[in-house]
């Protein structure tokens, strides 16, 4: 199983990126999953995550900004990131709860990061 997180680049504050996070490999199914980011110099911090049947919980400091959401034909998770600020700045992961074929309990993945660049 492999997540692939992308999406990330420069943008100006106020703009908007849209992050995806896509699963692949032997999966039988996909429960949570979860973005999370990290900026230099401090700890990785929970920005928002959506559970499989697509409810969705943001931090603080993004809600009515951020919005997450999942395509489950798609294995697919996005976040649209809207009114970035510099402080969003940060490399952003996805943390997936997944089930392989053949394995009977979730396991926990993580993807490579994608940067996320906002000037001010």
């Known amino acids: 199983v492999q997540l692939q997180a992308s999406g990330g680049g420069l943008v100006q504050a106020g703009g908007s990126l849209r992050l995806s996070c896509a699963a692949s490999g032997s999966i039988f199914s996909i429960n949570a999953v979860g973005w999370y980011r990290q900026a230099p110099g401090k700890q990785r911090e929970l920005v928002a995550a959506?559970?499989?049947?697509?409810?969705?919980n943001y931090a603080d400091s993004v809600k009515g900004r951020f919005t997450i959401s999942r395509d489950n034909t798609k294995s697919t998770v996005y976040l649209q990131m809207n009114s970035l600020k510099p402080e969003d700045t940060a490399v952003y992961y996805c943390n997936a709860e997944v089930k392989p074929y053949g394995i009977p309990l979730y396991m926990n993945y993580w993807g490579k990061g994608t940067l996320v660049t906002v000037s001010s």
């Open positions: 959506i559970t499989s049947g697509g409810s969705p």
